[in-house]
């Protein structure tokens, strides 16, 4: 299995901040790589797929880099809104697996 | 617009079988290239991945559970379910409903869920 890892658990960032969320996959994924959004109680939202194409009706705030194994999720200027947790997924071979998510929170 | 609901029990006995239903709504599940998937959350964990459906019955599952799991479609309701057998309390979890779908760039497709299910809290115990 390819397994994911994301270097930070946690971050905590203000409003206005420019924020980066790293993804690191096992072997090259080339760009199957997927960014989602999830706030408390609630489903996990697509934000980002094939490492950089923004999903319809996602703020452009929100962008993708990356390719192969390391792979970034930015938000360029952070608003009340972004506060979640993210989790990258890879979709090159099954079984697709998640990241074990980054928690951005209100410094 | 294309809406996923989950149902089915919030609790079940240790070693019996979780059955869980996903209702589409605002499109078809026989749509071409569309499969449709599970995934589930332990409470304060991560997500992971238990298996997809094609409308065709294709389907295909995570290793991990492949042996517990069965996941079949109902065309006429527009439905697809979940059935994951001899569960214990590691099953408990928020189990979610997503289509899978596909985007071509060339000869590479690549794939992502969207959307998703509000998801549906089971717990194992007895």
């Known amino acids: 299995d390819i397994q994911m890892t994301q270097s930070l658990s946690s971050l905590s960032a203000s409003v206005g901040d420019r924020v980066t969320i790293t993804c690191r996959a096992s072997?090259?994924?080339?760009?199957?790589l997927n960014w989602y959004q999830q706030k408390p109680g609630k489903a996990p939202k697509l934000l980002i797929y094939a490492a950089s194409s923004l999903q319809s009706g996602v703020p452009s705030r929100f962008s993708g880099s990356g390719s192969g194994t390391d792979f970034t999720l930015t938000i360029s200027s952070l608003q009340p809104e972004d506060f979640a947790t993210y989790y990258c997924?890879?979709?090159?071979?099954?079984?697709?697996?998640f990241g074990p998510g980054t928690k951005v929170d209100i410094k | 617009q294309l809406q996923l609901q989950e149902s089915g029990p919030g609790l079940v006995k240790p070693s019996e079988t979780l059955s869980l239903t996903c209702t589409v709504s605002?499109?078809?599940?026989?749509?071409?290239?569309?499969?449709w998937g599970w995934i589930r959350q332990p409470p304060g964990k991560g997500l992971e991945w238990i298996g997809s459906i094609y409308y065709s019955g294709s389907t295909y599952y995570n290793p991990s559970l492949k042996s517990r799991v069965t996941i079949s479609v109902d065309t006429s309701k527009n439905q697809f379910s979940l059935k994951l057998s001899s569960v214990t309390a590691a099953d408990t979890a928020v189990y979610y409903c997503a289509r899978r779908g596909i985007t071509i760039f060339g000869v590479v497709n690549l794939y992502w869920f969207d959307p998703w299910g509000q998801g549906t809290l089971v717990t194992v115990s007895s």
């Open positions: 997924q890879q979709s090159y071979s099954t079984p697709f697996i």
């Open positions: 605002g499109g078809s599940i026989s749509s071409n290239n569309y499969y």
């Open positions: 072997q090259s994924i080339s760009r199957h």
